[in-house]
Every structure is written in C-alpha cells, then in structure tokens.
T-cell receptor, first 115, second 113 residues
Framework: NAGVTQTPKFQVLKTGQSMTLQCAQD?????MSWYRQDPGMGLRLIHY???????DQGEVPNGYNVSRSTTEDFPLRLLSAAPSQTSVYFC??????????????FGPGTRLTVL | GNSVTQMEGPVTLSEEAFLTINCTYT??????LFWYVQYPGEGLQLLLK?????DKGSNKGFEATYRKETTSFHLEKGSVQVSDSAVYFC????????????FGTGTRLKVLA
C-alpha cells in the first residue's frame, strides 16, 4: 500500500493563479481531510469528506474548494492564490469504527509558496 | 465545546531524561484518544492510541493512559533520545456537531546529547 500520497511536494505560485493539490489514498478509507500548517503552528482544518459525494467545511475554508467523486481521491483547489495561503498542506484519511473514526493517516505534505 | 489543551513548548531535555507532555481534553462521550508525532519536514504519524478509559497505549518506549476521571492523556517516556526531537500532538475525533478531529496546538520537544 502506498498509503496517502500528495502531489506536488513543492509549488510556487503567483498571486491570483489557481491550482489543484492532489491527494489520493489506497486504503479504502471513508474519511478524508485537508489541513494547513503555518510555521510553528498547529493544524487547521480546511475541508473534510465522510465519503464520495459528501464534503463539508472546516475552520478555514475560504479560498479553497474540494470535491470527492471517488473514495480514493480528494483534490484541493485554490481558486485565486494569495500570499496568506503560503503554508504546508496535509491530506489525511481514516476509517470508520462504526460510531466514530479511527486514527488518521497523513500524507507527506505539499509546501506552497505564493508570491 | 470540544477541545484539547497541551502544555506549551518548547520542552528541552538532556538525553536519557524522563519526559512528560501533558494533555487534557474536553469531549462529549468517551472518544478514542491519539498521540501523533511530527518529525522535521514530515507529515504527522500516529505514535499511540487508546480507545477506552484506563487503556494504556504504548509504542517506541512512549506510553499514555486514558484517564476518564481527570480527562487526561499525558504522554510519557522514561529515557528520551536525540532522535525523539519532534513535535507531538494530542487529538481525538469529535462526533458532536461537525465530524472532525480535534488537535492540540502541539508541543515541540528538543533533546540534547
């Protein structure tokens, strides 16, 4: 199993550009999520999904879109990049225990710089 | 509301010292509790977990016990190594309100040789 994969590893954008961060998992996990982590800070939830076709907003959704057309993929779209979106982005997935979810598996991250 | 409180870092220790990182939580019900570790330049990875009260999770010499009475899940290690230098996050999954993981702010540990 590859686990959770993210591409690209590094990206530099100019203000106003758009791009998609890719996330895929091969563990058949229902739950997937996107976080951002700023230097020296903790994690902030951007969007999450509990299954194909179902997404919801986290704490900091503005400027980002997601979709979940398959169980495996959960791409994050930056609509019009801003310097405030310079961060490290992590994708994670987890599986249901029936009434809750178990531990998350994290990808290696995408380091994004917006000039 | 749901929350996790971790001790402020950074924590600086000498090699072979005893480590405690405090974590207390506020949650509805009795969720599974997790400790994650993040090494420099990497993503988070699960260190250990406990699924019910009085359970002890352990891995790589680290231990944490799920204490329902004190709503705590403190991380301990008897003898730290330089390779344990990392950021440690305490977390649980919230099923009240939105379905999301609640993380502490992280505690940076630096171990000196």
């Amino acid at each position: 199993n590859a686990g959770v994969t993210q591409t690209p590893k590094f990206q530099v954008l100019k203000t106003g550009q758009s791009m998609t961060l890719q996330c895929a998992q091969d563990m058949n996990h229902e739950y997937m999520s996107w976080y951002r982590q700023d230097p020296g800070m903790g994690l902030r939830l951007i969007h999450y999904s509990v299954g194909a076709g179902i997404t919801d907003q986290g704490e900091v959704p503005n400027g980002y879109n997601v979709s979940r057309s398959t169980t495996e993929d959960f791409p994050l779209r930056l609509l019009s990049a801003a310097p405030s979106q310079t961060s490290v982005y992590f994708c994670a997935s987890s599986y249901s225990t029936g009434y809750s979810y178990n531990e998350q598996f994290f990808g290696p991250g995408t380091r994004l710089t917006v000039l | 509301g749901n929350s996790v409180t971790q001790m402020e870092g950074p924590v600086t220790l000498s090699e072979e010292a005893f480590l405690t990182i405090n974590c207390t939580y506020t949650a509805t019900g009795y969720p599974s509790l997790f400790w994650y570790v993040q090494y420099p330049g990497e993503g988070l990875q699960l260190l250990l977990k406990a699924t019910k009260a009085d359970d002890k999770g352990s891995n790589k010499g680290f231990e944490a016990t799920y204490r329902k009475e004190t709503t705590s899940f403190h991380l301990e290690k008897g003898s730290v190594q330089v390779s344990d230098s990392a950021v440690y996050f305490c977390a649980f999954f919230s099923t009240s309100g939105t379905y999301k993981y609640i993380f502490g702010t992280g505690t940076r540990l630096k171990v000196l040789a």
